[in-house]
């Protein structure tokens, strides 16, 4: 999100917008966030509902894999 446009819930408007889009076709949505991104990480997690499933090493980076159950919504 656009720096002018943080902190006014536009991450979480978008993601019930994207569930309602793709709920009933799907169970699961997976996505990974790099640790080096902790804003998006913090959003992801507490914000959006997401929870760490794993977590991997790339490249030198460090990745979360991040699950959220539609089943939740």
Known sequence: ???NHRG?????KMHKE???MIKGK????????S???PRSLYVHTNKLGFKIADE????G??????IQD???H
């Open 1 to 3: 999100i656009d720096k």
């Open 8 to 12: 006014k819930g536009m991450a979480e």
């Open 18 to 20: 994207f569930v309602n």
């Open 26 to 33: 799907y169970d699961l949505i997976f996505t990974d966030v």
């Open 35 to 37: 640790r080096q991104n």
């Open 56 to 59: 991997y090493n790339e490249d």
């Open 61 to 66: 980076m460090d990745w979360c894999i991040l």
């Open 70 to 72: 539609l089943s939740e």
